[in-house]
T-cell receptor
Framework: AQKVTQAQTEISVVEKEDVTLDCVYETRDTTYYLFWYKQPPSGELVFLIRRNSFDEQNEISGRYSWNFQKSTSSFNFTITASQVVDSAVYFCALSGPLMNYGGATNKLIFGTGTLLAVQP | EPEVTQTPSHQVTQMGQEVILRCVPISNHLYFYWYRQILGQKVEFLVSFYNNEISEKSEIFDDQFSVERPDGSNFTLKIRSTKLEDSAMYFC??????????????FGPGTRLTVL
C-alpha cells in the first residue's frame, strides 16, 4: 500500500532560519512520483515540485531545495532563510500506481502535513 | 496564468439535502479530480475522471456521490443526501495530458461545505 508520513506536525522558526520538512513514503511501485504542495492560511493548494522515482538529483529553486533519497524513501524539503510569507501547511504527496488495465489515474496520496510558522 | 476555479466558495446546507459543487478546470487539461479535506486533516482523494468516465474512486466516494462533465468546461461533484460528516473543504484539480497521468495537479481554491 502507498503511504506518506510527515512526522513533524508543527515547526516554529524565527525569520532567516533554515528549516527542513521531512517526508517519508512507502510504495511497492518501481515508478512513482513525489510532490510537495503548500497550503497558505487562505486555504488553496499550491504546487511546488514534482519528482519522478528515476531522478534522484537534488533540486534548488531560489530559497527552496529538495533532497530525494530512494535508499531511505525520503523526499525532504528545505527552506533557506525562511520568511514570514513561508508560513503555511506543507504537504508531501505520492502518486498512486497506474491501474492494471492501463487506465489513466493519478490519485495523490497526501501526508498529514507540517504546519510551518515563521516568526518575525 | 490559467487557473482552476470553483463555485461556490462556501456552501451551507441542511442534512439530507443535495448539493452540487462546481469546478472549471484549466482549459487544455483532460484529467480531473475531486479531493476533500476535513478541517485540520489531510487531503483525501475522492475520484478521478478522464475521457468522460470515472478512472478511479476511493472508498469515500460511495453511492451518494457522483461526478459529471455536463459541457466542455464544467466539472461537477454532486452529493445526493448530505450527512454531517460530509462537512469539509472540497478541492477540484486538473492536470494536462502531455506527459501522461503523472503530471502535477493544479488545484482550485476549494469549496467549503458545511452541513447542519
Amino acid at each position: 500500500a502507498q503511504k506518506v508520513t510527515q512526522a513533524q506536525t508543527e515547526i516554529s522558526v524565527v525569520e532567516k532560519e533554515d528549516v527542513t520538512l521531512d517526508c517519508v513514503y512507502e510504495t511497492r511501485d518501481t515508478t512513482y512520483y513525489l510532490f510537495w504542495y503548500k497550503q497558505p492560511p487562505s486555504g488553496e493548494l499550491v504546487f511546488l515540485i514534482r519528482r519522478n522515482s528515476f531522478d534522484e538529483q537534488n533540486e534548488i529553486s531560489g530559497r527552496y531545495s529538495w533532497n530525494f533519497q530512494k535508499s531511505t524513501s525520503s523526499f525532504n524539503f528545505t527552506i533557506t532563510a525562511s520568511q514570514v510569507v513561508d508560513s503555511a501547511v506543507y504537504f508531501c504527496a505520492l502518486s498512486g500506481p497506474l491501474m492494471n488495465y492501463g487506465g489513466a489515474t493519478n490519485k495523490l496520496i497526501f501526508g498529514t502535513g507540517t504546519l510551518l510558522a515563521v516568526q518575525p | 496564468e490559467p487557473e482552476v476555479t470553483q463555485t461556490p466558495s462556501h456552501q451551507v446546507t441542511q442534512m439530507g439535502q443535495e448539493v452540487i459543487l462546481r469546478c472549471v478546470p484549466i482549459s487544455n487539461h483532460l484529467y480531473f479530480y475531486w479531493y476533500r479535506q476535513i478541517l485540520g486533516q489531510k487531503v483525501e482523494f475522492l475520484v478521478s475522471f478522464y475521457n468522460n468516465e470515472i478512472s478511479e474512486k476511493s472508498e469515500i466516494f460511495d453511492d451518494q456521490f457522483s461526478v459529471e462533465r455536463p459541457d466542455g468546461s464544467n466539472f461537477t461533484l454532486k452529493i445526493r443526501s448530505t450527512k454531517l460528516e460530509d462537512s469539509a473543504m472540497y478541492f477540484c484539480a486538473s492536470s494536462e495530458i502531455e506527459r501522461g497521468p503523472h503530471n502535477e495537479q493544479f488545484f482550485g481554491p476549494g469549496t467549503r461545505l458545511t452541513v447542519l
